[in-house]
């Protein structure tokens, strides 16, 4: 939002790391001219906060960051990429940082953002508690449905399945959809070949896998099944299946009496 309407404080600047590999600028220099413009090194004595979206696009990016960490005891860098696995932090980067994963959003956070109804701090936790304790919350959930004013539960539940990311608050349902395939053809024909080196082969296979994955009741996707249905080895599957997990475009839980299943 502070992007958007260009409402950044002093002490903050926002930049692209595509832009920068673009025109063929070094991070560490434009901190420097930072040093310049706001006439003291910017993150030694006073605060400052540096943002990077796709900072995957700068060489080298992990020793840069470091240096910047190492040598500027009061800069907050916060760093963003479109690619999860590219994101993947080195050991001396990682000891040195904390990890944020933007989720989809919450049905409520959808119910307030996308049809202007909040549900209250104090029912939410009800209902989180008995679901948690195994308790059927009838009457909490009649309480939401009072809350929300409609009868087409079914309707607003479904549109939220298929558009639960920010996306979709800003374009049509068409222009979701395909965004949604652009951002998986990119992961699996772009992020697997070059940060895990899958061949051409496997990525074929990894996106007829997401299409059966989209379409199958998740307790119906068996790692025997779907190997013989693409053909390769139960290890190739798990393999896929793992990138998948670390690319954030499935989530792994743990399945009672039995290993780990989408």
Same mark, same amino acid.
């Given at each position: ?8 404080? +002093? ?8 832009? @920068? ?8 220099? @434009? ?5 310049k ?24 990016? *992990? ?15 916060? $760093? ?8 993947a932090? *080195?050991?001396? $980067? ?13 049905f ?28 059927? *919350? ?23 399945l ?7 608050l ?24 070059k940060?895990a080196? @899958? ?26 099944? @779907? ?8 290890? +190739?599957? +798990? ?12 989530n ?8 780990? +299943?989408?």
């Amino acid at each position: 939002q502070l992007v958007a309407k260009k409402q950044f404080p +002093s002490n903050a600047f926002f930049v692209r790391g595509d832009e @920068l590999a673009a025109n063929n600028i070094d991070l560490l220099g @434009l901190v420097e001219a930072l040093d310049k413009i706001n006439r003291e090194k910017v993150g030694v004595k006073n605060k400052y906060l540096l943002l990077v979206d796709e900072i995957t696009q700068i060489s080298n990016w *992990p020793l840069k960051i470091k240096v910047l960490h190492d040598t500027r005891p009061n800069l907050l860098i916060v $760093i963003t990429s479109s690619s999860a696995l590219a994101l993947a932090f *080195p050991a001396d $980067i990682a000891r040195r940082s904390a990890v944020i994963t933007a989720t989809p959003l919450t049905f409520r956070e959808y119910l307030e953002i996308k049809h202007g109804t909040t549900i209250p701090d104090n029912l939410a936790k009800k209902m989180r508690a008995a679901f948690n304790s195994g308790i059927n *919350p009838l009457q909490e959930f009649a309480q939401a449905l009072a809350v929300m004013k409609t009868k087409n539960l079914e309707g607003i539940l479904e549109d939220y399945l298929k558009e639960d990311m920010p996306l979709s608050l800003k374009v049509s349902a068409g222009e979701y959809d395909a965004a949604m395939k652009a951002v998986t053809r990119k992961i699996d024909y772009e992020d697997f070949p070059k940060h895990a080196r @899958l061949d051409s082969n496997l990525l074929v296979k990894a996106e007829q896998l997401i299409f059966i994955l989209t379409r199958v009741p998740c307790d119906g996707v068996r790692l025997e099944s @779907l190997a013989n249905h693409l053909q390769l080895s139960k290890d +190739s599957v +798990s393999k896929i299946l793992n990138l998948f997990e670390q690319s954030l475009l499935i989530n792994g839980v743990m399945a009672e009496g039995r290993k780990k +299943s989408v």
